[in-house]
């Protein structure tokens, strides 16, 4: 029996989204049938959006959401849990992801991806679900998925310990995991640098002990403040191209290391960021491994280490154009995600 869901889509070149209300078929043998509380708006899914889209395409990579129900083959989670949705695959997943064809009102059919999440309910592979938190935010819980777990992810990535120094270059939501990832791996210096002063409350609150509203130029003398002699690991998580703002090595102890984490959602500008990051020292890449992050982030999210809820700011999916807007203007103060309101 087929679902009725709401789901925004792309279609031609303008960057602007549409709602349209569709039938969902059965989950297969390797998918999932989710009820969708909220999603992530993030600079990935930007940059989707602001391409070029001769057939339609559904939207959305990360969200927080319930299980109706799941095909033979799913082993990993049953109706009734609660989950967080990613892009980021399961390790050791073989073969092809499931997807669906839906009809669109018009008559015409999409085959999305097999993890699409701007919907009122999705079916997605198995393979981008993992269990989520018993939280009391669900809504807030949809930047777990790919917000959070980039952040967080390079954290532990990078191995973080009692006593090292951190320094996170921008307080969003991606900011804020790292910040909280390096106060639960036990760093006792974590400056936290961004000129949104909200956000410098918000990474106050998720572990930073020193925060700063500094330019560019006064970033090497705001660190030796609490670090003479350099941090031991940079975390730039500024989803913004410039090479002005991008530090690197500059601010780094002795065999420090500086991460990318952050990257802007339009092609032109990845390229241009991408020079950058091997002109400034930056690690080339950091391996990523999304069950021992989302495990951890589910952790610190039951326990209170992490909390999301401050980090993001709530759209209906009636207003998915002004928050991409938003994100794109970085007028929201922090993550945008859509909460979703069910179907009858």
Sequence with gaps: MSTRARVVIARG??????????????????????????????????????????EPVLLGAEAFARVMAVGSAVDRVKPGDMVVVSPAAR?????????????????????PSACFTWATNAVVDERFVYPGPPA??????????????????????????????????????????????????????????????????????????????????QLAAVISEPCPEGVRFLFDCAYDY?????????????????????????????????STVLQRGYAPSFSLDPDRVLAALASWVESGAFAPSPAVVRYTIEAVNEATRDLENGDAPGQPVLVMEPLE
């Design 13 to 54: 070149d303008f960057g602007v989204a549409a709602i349209q209300e569709v039938q969902l078929p059965d989950p297969g043998p390797h998918q999932v049938l989710l009820l969708i509380y909220a999603a992530g708006v993030g600079h990935s899914q930007l940059h989707v959006l602001l391409g070029a889209h001769d």
């Design 91 to 111: 390790p050791g997943a073989s073969g092809d992801p499931e997807t669906i064809t839906v009809e669109l009102e018009d008559g015409s059919h999409t085959a």
């Design 136 to 217: 009391k935010d669900r809504e807030a819980c949809a930047i777990l998925g790919e917000t959070a777990l980039a952040g967080a992810g390079a954290v532990l990535s990078a191995g973080v310990s009692a006593g090292h120094s951190v320094a996170v270059l921008g307080a969003s939501g991606a900011g804020l995991a790292a910040i909280a990832a390096a106060k639960a791996g036990g760093a006792s210096v974590i400056v936290a640098i961004d000129r949104n002063e909200a956000r410098l409350a918000l990474a106050t609150q998720a572990g930073a002990t020193f925060v700063s509203s500094a330019g560019p130029a």
């Design 242 to 274: 410039r090479a002005k703002i991008r530090p690197g090595a500059t601010l780094l102890a002795t065999e420090g290391k500086a991460f990318l984490v952050a990257t802007p959602g339009n092609e032109t500008e990845r390229s241009a960021l991408a």
